[in-house]
Structures are given as structure tokens and as C-alpha cells.
């Protein structure tokens, strides 16, 4: 729930394992993608229409926000889906709608549901924040800003009192966490013109993640290059400036990462959601930063750096295709059975084998993401310290496992 | 005999195919997707056969510009 003066903290939520681990491990509230019209149409991992009522129901709950994200550009035959969707969020309680084109923002505003603006529009000054006050509440500012330029900002809307159609000033919100994109948001053209395939409808094929030559054509020569994955950027990270981040005065901290894994979310949201609170305790320190970079590094991430806040230094880039990750999950077996009373939870191992000892990862649609240290188990009724693949194991866990639920064991990833 | 084929459901709605084959797809007011015009449905894929080799050009040329690839042209 959020505490009005503690910052929100925004998860991604590709599908219900990564919002379940969204609300478990913290997050304030969530933003999902339904269908086609969102920044990852070409995902599988999209909720449908029919998902929303599960969505408000498992949020509600605990009072988490809920933001549908329709971003995208919009054609005329865009229209009828866009005031299907939105008439479909507004009855099932979503919060917000986070938007780009103006289509989405007039209907949302005629059906009454609150607006958000998305990255996609790039707000880097105080006038269009003004603009848009006039028909969102919260907008996320521009990725390229700095710091600096984020605090004059909502110093700005404080001191002339720029105020959302709900009445309360505007809630300036930045990205915290996550990938970034080497153009500036929503105004790259490398992937349509590639592969046909538009980034600014949701297809972004990632040509800035792959390695590149160049080669003097008059020549024949290949100009040296120290780096060949020579514009994709490292991964955004605010953890260890986050007390800045704060004091700059904004309300929302948004972590990218719809098309990751649900881990991801757990870990990331978890760490974050302490860093804030160390921060209101006054319990923030280089000690506990150094624990949670661990923390962050054990899950996808492409190396991390602080993006344009600092506004020292341009452009780092990663040198790797893909992940720096210090770990990875490997698919041991599936759930089968809960027995409350007991509080076991019977697995059947597929793959693979498991230690007493191991580091175990429960995921499902329900159960979200659960992780912990093996310390017991029985194997095919007998007490044993290592179950293999065939084997039926059942193991003390004080929450609910479904047959829907994947066993993994985290092991150490040598990249 | 031609055989053009959507595999719906991956649509993004990007319109490309309505641009290089405008006799042969459609995009839905309803869903904002693609529809193949008399298209007939089989588990999510869409398919017309048509005797006409002369659509075969365009159709392919949708096929190859689509970006979720969803689109298959075949001479049978
Ligand atoms: S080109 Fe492909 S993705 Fe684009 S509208 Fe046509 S079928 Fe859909």
C-alpha cells in the first residue's frame, strides 16, 4: 500500500507469476500490457482482455495501483480496440491508463479513468508538463534527463502548483530500473527499418543489442572498434544514488522489465522496496547498498550504470550479448500436490537432480515466485539428501504450491 | 492454386499487409488485427486458396514485410 509521502514504487507485470511477485515482494503498484497495443505487442507474455478482474482483484487486495499501458501509435483502425480496452479497464477498477497518443488520452478522460503520460512522449521540460497536467495526473519524465534537471522540474510543479484533472498537483515520475534504449524513447527507427518491425507499436526487434563491424567501403578496411556491441547501453540502475533520487522530489519510481522473468521482478522489487524504506528509516548506507548491488546482479542485467542522472558521462555500453546475471535457474520438476495440514509439498522431479542444501525457486501464475534454501526433504517417502530426475520429493513449505507451479534450482552462471 | 495463411492471434496490427495487399487483407475495426478476406478458420489459422496466381506477387511481398511473420504463401 502506498504511504502518501513515501515514494510509489511501479513493478512490471508480463504475467500473472511476475505480478503475483510484484505484489509479494512490495511494489506499490503494477503496469500490464493487454493484447497488441503496448511497448511489447510481439511478447506471448501479454495479458488478454479477460485478464483485467483478476488483476484488480489480486491489486485490490492490497491496495496496489494498477496501470494498463496502451503507448503505442494508434490508426484509424486502432480506434474501436482502444475504447473496447478502455471501457473494459474503467468497469473492471483499473487505476490508470498510461498513454501516448492523444486518441487514448481523449477517450480515457471522457470515460472519466485517470491518465498517465508514458515514456514514449519524452517530457524533458516544465511547459509540457503544464500541457499534459491538463488531462494526466502522473507523467514519467524523459530517460535522458538528469537529475538536476528532474528536481527544477518538480520544484517547478510544487511552486506554480500544476495540478491534474483530479485535482492534486501532478506526479512526476522516473525510471528507476532497467533496460535502455540507445535512441531517445519512442524515437527510434533501427528496428522498422531493419525488419519492418516498429518499435513505436510494440515490435522493437533490438538491433542495438547486437554486435556490429564497420568497414571503410572505399577501402576494404574494418575500422578497430574496443567494443562491437557498439550501441547497446548498459543496464539503469538507481540503487546506489537512490537517496538523490529521492530528495529530486519525485512521487514514482518506475522498474522496467515487462518481458522479464518473474525472478526478475521478485529480486528486483524486493531490493528496491528495501532501499526506499532504508531510506524513510534513515537507514540507507553504502554498507547495504554494496549487499543489494549482489542482490541485483544475480538476475538479467546487462551491466549496470546510472544512466543520464548523473549527468557526467555519456553512453556505456555493454559488452556482452544478453545477461551478466552472477545466476540462473535451472528447470528441475513440477508441482504436484499441497497438503495443508502438514504444510508439504509434493514435487515431481523431470530433470536434473536436487541437494539438500541447493537454493530452490518456486514460480506459478498463483503462487508468483517463492525462493529458499533446501533443508529437508523425503524422497519417495524416505529421508534423502539428493532426489533425482524420476523421483517423487515432498518438501515443508509454509505456503500454498499448485500443480501449475515450476521447481528450480538456482545454480551460478559462468557467462 | 494459390494458399495464403494467417496465423491471427501474433498479429500487432502494424497494417503492413493491408498496404501491399489491399484485395486480400483488411484490418478489423473489432480487434485491430489483420483479417484475411474469406479466410476460413482452422484452429487459429486462416486460410483462402485461390486459383488467381496473379495475387501470388503481392501476397508475398505482405508475407515477407510482415514483421511477426504470420503470413505463409504457397504455390500448390
Ligand atoms: S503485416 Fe503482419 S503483423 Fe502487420 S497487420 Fe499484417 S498480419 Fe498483422
Keep these: ?415 | 492454386m494459390i494458399v495464403v495463411t494467417l496465423q491471427r492471434k501474433k498479429c500487432i496490427g502494424c497494417n503492413y499487409c493491408v498496404e501491399l495487399a489491399p484485395l486480400q487483407f483488411q484490418m478489423s475495426k473489432k480487434d485491430g488485427k489483420a483479417v484475411l478476406i474469406r479466410g476460413i478458420e482452422k484452429k487459429g489459422f486462416y486460410t483462402i486458396k485461390s486459383p488467381d496466381e496473379t495475387i501470388h506477387e503481392v501476397c508475398d511481398l505482405a508475407a515477407k514485410a510482415c514483421p511477426t511473420k504470420i503470413i505463409s504463401v504457397k504455390i500448390v
Design chain 1, 1 to 415: 500500500m502506498k504511504n502518501s509521502d513515501r515514494i510509489e514504487l511501479m513493478a512490471p507485470a508480463g504475467n500473472f507469476e511476475s505480478l503475483q511477485a510484484a505484489i509479494t515482494n512490495g511494489a506499490d503498484s503494477v503496469f500490464f500490457g493487454v493484447d497488441q497495443l503496448n511497448m511489447r505487442a510481439r511478447a506471448s507474455i501479454n495479458f488478454t482482455i479477460e485478464d483485467l478482474p483478476e488483476i484488480t482483484k489480486r491489486c485490490e487486495e492490497r491496495k496496489i495501483r494498477t496501470y494498463l499501458t496502451l503507448n503505442t501509435i494508434i490508426y484509424d483502425h486502432d480506434l474501436s480496440i482502444i475504447k473496447t480496452l478502455l471501457d473494459a479497464a474503467k468497469v473492471a477498477g483499473i487505476t490508470a491508463v498510461i498513454a501516448m497518443d492523444q486518441a487514448v488520452i481523449s477517450y480515457a478522460r471522457q470515460i472519466d479513468m485517470e491518465v498517465h503520460i508514458s515514456t514514449q512522449i519524452n517530457i524533458t521540460n516544465i511547459e509540457t508538463v503544464k500541457f499534459y497536467a491538463l488531462f494526466a495526473d502522473t507523467m514519467v519524465m524523459s530517460r535522458e534527463l538528469s537529475l538536476r534537471q528532474v528536481k527544477k522540474i518538480t520544484e517547478q510543479v510544487e511552486k506554480e502548483q500544476i495540478k491534474g484533472p483530479s485535482g492534486k498537483l501532478v506526479e512526476i515520475e522516473i525510471f528507476g530500473h532497467g533496460a535502455l534504449c540507445m535512441a531517445v524513447s519512442g524515437k527510434c527507427y533501427l528496428s522498422l527499418h531493419s525488419h519492418n518491425s516498429s518499435a513505436n507499436r510494440g515490435a522493437c526487434k533490438q538491433n542495438c543489442r547486437k554486435k556490429y563491424t564497420v568497414i571503410d567501403q572505399e577501402t576494404g578496411f574494418e575500422i578497430e572498434l574496443d567494443n562491437e556491441y557498439m550501441m547497446s547501453p548498459e543496464d539503469l540502475c538507481t540503487l546506489d544514488f537512490l537517496d538523490q533520487v529521492i530528495d529530486t522530489g519525485i512521487k514514482v519510481l518506475k522498474i522496467e522489465g515487462r518481458g522479464r522473468a518473474p525472478e526478475y521482478v521478485a529480486k528486483v522489487i524486493k531490493t528496491y522496496r528495501e532501499a526506499i524504506d532504508a531510506y524513510y528509516d534513515g537507514s540507507f548506507s553504502k554498507e547495504k547498498v554494496k549487499n543489494w548491488m549482489t542482490e541485483l546482479e544475480k538476475v538479467y542485467n546487462r551491466g549496470f550504470w546510472s544512466g543520464y542522472y548523473l549527468g557526467q558521462k555519456l553512453g556505456e555500453w555493454s559488452d556482452i550479448d544478453g545477461s551478466k546475471a552472477t545466476q540462473k535457474k535451472v528447470y528441475i520438476g513440477k508441482g504436484m500436490h499441497y497438503f495443508p495440514k502438514s504444510k508439504i509439498a509434493e514435487f515431481k522431479i523431470e530433470a536434473f537432480d536436487l541437494t539438500i542444501g541447493d537454493t530452490i525457486l518456486i514460480t506459478g501464475p498463483t503462487t508468483g515466485v517463492e525462493e529458499f534454501e533446501l533443508t529437508e526433504m523425503l524422497v519417495n517417502d524416505k529421508k534423502l539428501e539428493k532426489a533425482r530426475k524420476g523421483d517423487s520429493c515432498t518438501i515443508p513449505v509454509d505456503f500454498r504450491i499448485r500443480m501449475s507451479d515450476k521447481l528450480y534450482k538456482i545454480v551460478k552462471n559462468n557467462p
